[in-house]
């Protein structure tokens, strides 16, 4: 069944118009999905060439589901393809050149899978896809399922290292390391060529193809010499950067040759200023500071535009910068090799933990076969979470919630602005409002003058319960939390499931610009998906697993779209599907 448009009791300017169907068709938003996934397998080819932004990317499916078009952004600077289809899924909101090239003459309607983790960015190109008269969708914003937050999960891995960097103001960090089966890095005279196979030399140059800088200790320059570059990978070549107190480096090392990529060496100040000249000599970079440790390097490069940092150094400075907390992910590559020795150097140095319980766990572990070693990569943290989860009045977000106790105003059918204690007080009292029974007014009433939210939602919903069993009379009589029928006739409203998601919206509207603190709070949450997590309502709520409509997170969302200004500019209301 459909809703037509729906007023609210006390005429507003306009009204929401609501869709229902009786059950909810998935296979839209599955293709959707499957569309986003593709998206972002197409915008992690341009991983380390598009720093400091987004990397995005655009699949074009028409009607017949086959592809008609691909494009992602390859490298700051240049144009993607034009695309021509009927609709567009987005790993990410794109950036003004991406959203410039898509004709708006070919594409109605725009998916995007995750909203531009920058807050100065976000809404910029709904915004700017609106105005053309296109149709926006973020992915997940009205339906949640296993698909759906899969790819979502696409969305924020190809971006992590921008959602990092803007959560943590570092850049996204990853360490890397290859060791044997019995966790060395070397051998105990300092050998290490090769622990890891070719193949996973082989990937270790695609990981630095995509990063925009690689950075090692003073030891493993003065015991491996290494080159740091991505020759064999296919990328760009990472800037490449030294880390050491004390600048004991050879005069003679490959990264002091600055024919394909530059080197910069951090140091403690005054170190070995002789040595700093030889190097300056050389074209290499030297950068001082103060109190030399990995965060206020990694705050130096952040402040650079530095997006994404490889860590190829040993067990000292890895576990130096682990402690820090600027260790986003690790790669450990391991080979089938044992070289025991009680010198010998492992992966991580002291991180001053004595108890297993403190050890840290990796979150999203994956395993991959590489040649004969096993990758196992996993992160040291979450990803800053997109999505805000409130049910209970104190949680954090707790004053989005209906629940919360902040008194509204709403005009009623007259025009008259009538005060309601919450917007549960609200929500229960209009169930029965316009009911041609005394009785049903007293409830109202009752309803209005209850003590608590959570009392007014007792009243509203035994009287529901009551008034909804077929042939039942009933009347009350109500003292405290006690509900009593004695046998007058009333019933809900006979609209009531018609009308209650725009009751809803109206009172959450009536709260949210009464209050400017709450809505700033509801602002702040923009870019995110807003889930109530009522385990029991999969009506308003999001359910125990997701299951739930999420109807009153789906409300929030739109009034922060409007409060933003990123409703559409048709004169029509955008409508809620069930």
Not at 118 to 128: E, I, K, P, S
Not at 271 to 290: N, W, Y
Not at 545 to 558: A, D, I
Request: aromatic fraction near 8%; charge should be neutral.
């Amino acid at each position: 069944m459909a809703f037509s448009s729906l007023t609210p009791i006390f005429n507003p300017p306009s009204s929401i118009i609501c869709k229902c169907k009786a059950s909810i068709d998935t296979r839209d938003h599955a293709l959707d999905a499957a569309y986003i996934r593709r998206a972002a397998l197409l915008a992690d080819k341009s991983a380390g060439f598009t720093s400091p932004t987004l990397t995005s990317a655009a699949s074009s499916p028409p009607p017949s589901g086959d592809v008609a078009g691909e494009g992602y952004l390859y490298a700051q600077g240049t144009t993607p393809p034009k695309c021509r289809p009927s609709t567009l899924p987005a790993n990410a909101p794109a950036a003004p050149p991406l959203t410039s090239t898509w004709n708006p003459g070919g594409i109605k309607r725009v998916v995007i899978g995750m909203r531009h983790p920058l807050h100065h960015l976000r809404g910029n190109a709904v915004r700017a896809l609106r105005s053309q008269g296109l149709r926006v969708d973020l992915l997940g914003e009205d339906l949640t399922s296993k698909l759906i937050e899969d790819a979502q999960k696409e969305c924020l891995l190809v971006n992590a290292p921008l959602i990092c960097r803007a959560a943590s103001r570092v850049p996204f960090s990853v360490l890397k390391y290859a060791m044997t089966l019995d966790g060395k890095i070397a051998a105990s005279s300092g050998h290490a060529s090769w622990i890891s196979s070719k193949q996973s030399r082989n990937l270790v140059f695609e990981l630095r193809g995509r990063s925009d800088a690689v950075i090692v200790g003073g030891n493993t320059v003065r015991r491996d010499n290494p080159r740091l570059t991505a020759r064999h990978g296919g990328g760009h070549m990472p800037m490449r950067i030294v880390m050491t107190q004390t600048l004991n480096l050879p005069e003679e090392a490959n990264l002091w040759d600055m024919s394909e990529v530059s080197t910069i060496v951090v140091t403690q100040r005054g170190a070995r200023r002789s040595f700093q000249k030889v190097l300056a000599s050389k074209g290499v970079e030297v950068v001082e500071f103060d109190m030399l440790n990995p965060r206020d390097v990694m705050e130096y490069f952040h402040d650079r535009g530095y997006l994404s940092i490889l860590w190829e150094c040993g067990g000292t400075l890895a576990a130096s910068a682990i402690s820090s907390g600027v260790i986003h992910k690790v790669f450990a590559f391991v080979a089938p090799k044992i070289i025991g020795g009680k010198n010998a150097p492992s992966p991580v140095g002291d991180l001053g933990m004595v108890e297993m319980s403190q050890a840290i766990n990796l979150i999203d572990v994956c395993y991959e076969q590489v040649g004969p070693d096993m990758l196992i990569s996993g992160f040291l943290q979450p990803l800053p979470d997109m999505h805000h989860i409130f049910y209970k009045t104190w949680d954090p977000y707790g004053a989005l919630s209906n629940f919360s106790p902040h008194p509204i105003q709403v005009p009623d059918e007259n025009g008259d602005y009538v005060t309601w204690m919450s917007v549960e007080h609200y929500y229960q009292a209009h169930k029965f409002v316009g009911v041609d029974d005394t009785s049903a007014q007293e409830c109202v009433e009752m309803i209005k003058s209850a003590k608590s939210p959570e009392e007014a939602a007792r009243i509203g919903r035994s009287m529901q319960r009551e008034t909804t069993r077929s042939d039942l009379s009933i009347s009350f009589k109500y003292h405290a939390n006690d509900i009593s029928t004695h046998g007058l006739s009333f019933s809900v409203r006979s609209d009531w499931d018609n009308i209650k998601i725009d009751v809803m919206y109206w009172a959450l509207k009536g709260k949210f610009s009464m209050y400017p603190h709450l809505n700033a709070m509801l602002l702040s949450t923009a870019g995110s998906v807003l889930v109530e997590a009522s385990p029991q309502d999969l009506f308003w709520g999001g359910g125990r697993e997701g299951e739930g409509l999420n109807y009153l997170g789906r409300l929030l969302m739109k009034l922060r779209s409007e409060f933003l200004g990123e409703s559409s500019s048709s004169s029509e209301a955008p409508s809620l599907t069930v």
